[in-house]
T-cell receptor, first 112, second 112 residues
Framework: KAGVTQTPRYLIKTRGQQVTLSCSPI?????VSWYQQTPGQGLQFLFE???????NKGNFPGRFSGRQFSNSRSEMNVSTLELGDSALYLC???????????FGPGTRLTVL | QKEVEQNSGPLSVPEGAIASLNCTYS??????FFWYRQYSGKSPELIMS????GDKEDGRFTAQLNKASQYVSLLIRDSQPSDSATYLC????????????FGGGTRVLVKP
């Protein structure tokens, strides 16, 4: 069974640009969540999607947005990038029922 | 007070010994608890989940949950150098959907 895939794995952008990250969950999983990981703040929840609907959102500015498609694939977008957005962005595929979350390899975003 | 607290370590353990990691949480209604292992430069990997008071064993890992005292622990028996990693405690409360709140992680070093 294929795991969670995230693309791209690495990104370098400059301030003010925007970026789109993609995540494909484990086959059969309909929920995905996104997290940001930084050395200073640790792992922080961004948002959760289920059946193309955002179910929950973390405490991040509106520059961070996401969506989910009918095939459960999800994307997140960050507009007007800031230096502080440099982080590892992790997508997790959620097993229905017990809520176990399985992370993808992440996208390492560097903002210059 | 942080919602989920862990000692940052490093926790230095001789090979073959037991590593004991602790995690406390503040939300009394939390119901789902997870331990993740994260190697440097990699994404978190789910190693244990626990939902009810008591112990849960899986191979060399044992998770212990005490909801009355609001703590969850992880024991690693017969520690191996390959267990050297950061261990993250994650907590979910029913009202938060599938949002996981993470502790800052405990770095474990297993010395041969």
């Amino acid at each position: 069974k294929a795991g969670v895939t995230q693309t791209p794995r690495y990104l370098i952008k400059t301030r003010g640009q925007q970026v789109t990250l993609s995540c494909s969950p484990i086959s059969g999983h309909r929920s995905v969540s996104w997290y940001q990981q930084t050395p200073g703040q640790g792992l922080q929840f961004l948002f959760e999607y289920f059946s193309e609907t955002q179910r929950n959102k973390g405490n991040f500015p509106g520059r961070f947005s996401g969506r989910q498609f009918s095939n459960s694939r999800s994307e997140m977008n960050v507009s007007t990038l800031e230096l502080g957005d440099s982080a590892l962005y992790l997508c997790a595929s959620i097993l229905a029922g017990q809520g176990e979350q399985f992370f993808g390899p992440g996208t390492r975003l560097t903002v210059l | 007070q942080k919602e989920v607290e862990q000692n940052s370590g490093p926790l230095s353990v001789p090979e073959g010994a037991i590593a004991s990691l602790n995690c406390t949480y503040s939300d009394r209604v939390s119901q789902s608890f997870f331990w993740y292992r994260q190697y440097s430069g990699k994404s978190p990997e789910l190693i244990m989940s626990i939902y009810s008071n008591g112990d849960k064993e899986d191979g060399r890992f044992t998770a212990q949950l005490n909801k009355a005292s609001q703590y969850v622990s992880l024991l690693i028996r017969d520690s191996q150098p390959s267990d050297s990693a950061t261990y993250l405690c994650a907590v979910n409360a029913p009202a938060a959907g599938n949002k996981l709140t993470f502790g800052g992680g405990t770095r474990v070093l297993v010395k041969p």
